[in-house]
Nanobody, 122 residues
Framework: QVQLVESGGGLVQAGGSLRLSCVASGRAFSAYIMGWFRQAPGKEREFVAAIGWSSGRTYYADSVKGRFSVSRDNAKNTVYLQMSSLKPEDTAVYYC???????????????WGQGTQVTVSS
């Protein structure tokens, strides 16, 4: 059974940093694209970043480019989202997802974590 478990969310002041973690279990993820998404209250879920588990190639939404960084630790089966220069508009529930179909830019995500809340105060 595939499980994705996020952690690392919390309350931070604008300009601060947080690192989210996503521990993946239940299968080998070497052929997967791992994505981060977020959903703010009253808004649709939006793509944040993705990384190819084997290739390490990354892709970011324009809204976070230059401020967020996605990485993975194969030995720990963990994907990270390092968030810096946080803004109040980054406030959302952040979700980790895994997909085996499509490319880094067009991945179809089959598995989702439960989410972790990130709140950025002004």
């Amino acid at each position: 059974q595939v499980q994705l478990v996020e952690s690392g969310g919390g309350l931070v002041q604008a300009g601060g940093s947080l690192r989210l973690s996503c521990v993946a279990s239940g299968r080998a993820f070497s052929a997967y694209i791992m994505g981060w998404f977020r959903q703010a209250p009253g808004k649709e879920r939006e793509f944040v970043a993705a990384i190819g588990w084997s290739s390490g190639r990354t892709y970011y939404a324009d809204s976070v480019k230059g401020r967020f960084s996605v990485s993975r630790d194969n030995a720990k089966n963990t994907v990270y989202l390092q968030m810096s220069s946080l803004k109040p508009e980054d406030t959302a529930v952040y979700y980790c997802a895994a997909g085996s179909r499509g490319s880094l830019y067009t991945a179809v995500y089959d598995y989702w974590g439960q989410g972790t809340q990130v709140t950025v105060s002004s």
